[in-house]
């Protein structure tokens, strides 16, 4: 669909840039954006903005940091300039309103800052009227932001001339999509309105809509698919070779986060996976919420993992407010084995003294396996409320379908912290984005042993297995999971919690 005459806009400049650039996303931002020496857009970034005008609906999945929500800040303002002066709308919309208010629109800013008026032919944007935090009016139509859930207001979206943008796609709800889908059944070449649909995501887990039009479903045919690879990053410089092999070491290459985040394929974890990737990715969602907030809540609790080796394993702090709110993790790697103990002894009684003073009841949780029985008696001698956390012991702690009980301490932690997360029982674990939590949370594996008992893989296996010791993921554990293992504040009550995750 070609534009006819432009007659609301002077000077003829703009008319010209909007005829020119009409079906042109590539041109525009090849010629309209100001780039510095020998910078400019990827071959890939060009490719899927060119099918996005041929295919009409263009599902992109990379690795992370590829440049994708680049390409759909230029698809979001060649679409609003071109379009200006018809009746026009882009709907911007994500799984998460983060995604759109700290990542897509500050993205959109950035780049309007770098725009070429003069070649565009018409003034900047005026920051009072025109270009707005989370939207973008023009005389005769608006590029904004919506919340994935409200598909409502998706479906509510009537133009000529329509954009979809979906960002983070993969945990976009269904119904979402179909919101958007009564857009394109008059629109075409043959038609007198143009709807465009742009979704760009990380894989995730292999369901939903994200995942089925990526491998092709039935019904999904008239959505284009690309997926951008590591190895275009790497050869466009967006990517390190280093950076690839230093997550490979980190998480495992065949770690559902390895194979999301660097090979940008779905993945949901081995079958035995304990912990999704995608709850703790929802856990990191709330903790940015949280940050942004100033972090309110009371203390409660401190996890700590104990550093053994010299110069080798970290010693891990976890800080818990609310119970469920991990704040941050410290670390500390200690290089003399004389003074290591009473370092860390002295350090986790400062924690406590701090909270004791300001009236508060936190207690420590401590790794009792190894050097951290010294910790635990020193402490206890100096009356800190601590609990020595023993992986190995016994338990009779059932899991919250009272169906399953547990080989030791250690795979009822970690069974709990997996209830924790389960988005159905909805506590709102806040978890910060920290890569290696992120890895040793997703990375133990489980099994059902004879009896209805759940083991949870061990920590020596772990550590051969990935060569490093999940030490951070642990220490949450320790403190989201002792309250209740050790029977200071009830078990979460569960909606659901199934063994499949």
């Known amino acids: 669909m070609k534009p006819t005459e432009i007659e609301d806009f002077e000077p003829s400049t703009y008319s010209k840039f909007q005829e020119r650039y009409w079906s042109d996303p590539v041109g525009f931002v090849h010629d309209c954006i100001r780039w510095s020496e020998g910078k400019g857009s990827e071959e890939y970034q060009d490719d899927v903005l060119s099918r996005l005008v041929k295919h009409r609906r263009e599902c992109v999945r990379s690795l992370h940091g590829a440049g994708k929500t680049a390409a759909a800040t230029w698809a979001i303002l060649w679409f609003a300039l071109t379009r200006d002066g018809k009746d026009w709308k882009v709907v911007t919309t994500a799984s998460v309103g983060r995604q759109l ?30 270009q707005l935090t989370f939207s973008l009016k023009l005389s005769t139509g608006e ?44 629109a075409g070449d043959e038609m007198p309105t143009e709807a465009l649909a742009f979704a760009i995501s990380t894989p995730g887990p292999p369901s939903g809509r994200f995942y089925e039009i990526q491998a092709r479903r039935p019904g999904f045919a008239d959505w284009d698919v690309r997926h951008i690879k590591k190895e275009d990053a790497i050869a466009a410089g967006r990517v390190s070779r280093e950076w690839v092999e230093a997550r490979k070491a980190q998480w495992g290459e065949k770690s559902s986060i390895y194979r999301n985040r660097v090979e940008g394929e779905f993945a949901a974890g081995e079958e035995e996976g304990l912990i999704p990737l ?61 003074t290591a103990t009473m370092q860390t002894t002295g350090e986790i009684k400062g924690l406590l003294d701090a909270a004791i003073r300001s009236g508060m009841n936190v207690k420590a949780f401590i790794d009792v396996i190894g050097i951290g029985t010294g910790i635990v008696h020193r402490l206890k001698e100096q009356e800190m409320p601590v609990i020595g956390f023993n992986s ?26 997996r209830e924790m997360l389960d988005p159905a029982v909805e506590l709102d674990i806040a978890l910060p984005p920290d890569d290696q939590l992120i890895g040793d949370l997703t990375a133990p594996a489980y099994k059902v042993l004879s009896g209805a008992v759940i083991q949870v ?32 504040v009830p078990r979460p009550k569960a909606k659901v919690v199934s063994l499949g995750g």
């Not at 598909?151 to 919101?179: C, Q």
């Not at 009779?396 to 250690?410: A, I, P, T, W």
């Not at 002792?482 to 029977?487: M, N």
Request: charged content about 35%; proline content about 4%; aromatic content about 12%.
């Open 457 to 488: 893989e061990s920590k020596e296996i772990i550590v051969k297995r990935l060569k490093r010791s999940t030490d951070c993921g642990d220490a949450v554990v320790y403190v989201l999971s002792g309250p209740t293992l050790y029977a200071e």
């Open 101 to 130: 208010y700290k990542y897509l629109w500050p993205e959109v800013h950035k780049w309007i800052r770098l725009l070429k008026w003069d070649v565009i032919g018409r003034d900047p944007f005026d920051e009072n009227d025109e």
């Open 143 to 186: 590029a904004f932001a919506v919340a994935s859930k409200e598909s409502a207001y998706i479906e509510g979206a009537h133009a000529d001339h329509l954009l979809y943008v979906f960002d983070e796609a993969k945990l976009i709800p269904d119904k979402t999509w179909d919101a958007a889908e009564g857009a394109f059944s008059g």
């Open 392 to 417: 190995s012991e016994k338990t009779d702690y059932r899991d919250s379908s009272d169906e399953f009980g547990f080989k030791n301490k250690r795979s009822a932690g970690w069974w709990i912290v």
């Open 278 to 338: 995608a709850w703790v990715e929802r856990a990191n969602d709330i903790w940015e919420d949280w940050r942004d907030a100033d972090f309110p809540g009371t203390p409660t609790g401190i996890g700590v993992d104990v550093g053994g080796r010299i110069g080798g394993a970290e010693t891990i702090t976890a800080l818990c407010l609310d119970h469920y709110k991990i704040k941050e993790l410290r670390r500390a790697r200690r290089a003399d084995p004389n």
